[in-house]
């Protein structure tokens, strides 16, 4: 069964960093786009940052400077190092991945979500 599942998550004092791990697990034959997502408690999810399999790279404008993406193609695996942290940046923090898995006898792309894990920041 092909899922993400998030690690790392945590609670830390502002200024302090935390590092998210997210491994694809399962028959995958590529991946695609990964990318991390944020919800916060009323509000709507949002991006965080994603990286293409090239390495490309894109930033929500409220974490560029602070956080940085990365990810591991030989395992499967995408990060996301987050220092400086602020109380704002409290949310649950879900893994997203592009796969390319088998599906119904035909090898297509699929969107995938972890199950999240929660970062909490005090002031």
């Known amino acids: 069964q092909v899922q993400l599942m998030e690690s790392g998550g945590g609670l830390v004092q502002a200024g302090g960093s935390l590092r998210l791990s997210c491994v694809a697990s399962g028959t995958i034959f590529n991946i695609d786009t990964m990318g991390w997502y944020r919800q916060a408690p009323g509000k709507q999810r949002e991006l965080v940052a994603s990286?293409?399999?090239?390495?490309?790279?894109n930033y929500a404008d409220s974490v560029k400077g602070r956080f940085t993406i990365s990810r591991d193609n030989t395992k499967n695996t995408v990060y996301l190092q987050m220092d400086n942290l602020k109380p704002e940046d409290t949310a649950v923090y879900y893994c997203n991945a592009d796969l390319q898995v088998q599906y119904i006898q035909i090898r297509t792309t699929r969107n995938y979500w972890g199950q999240g894990t929660q970062v909490t920041v005090s002031s």
């Open positions: 990286i293409t399999n090239g390495g490309s790279t």
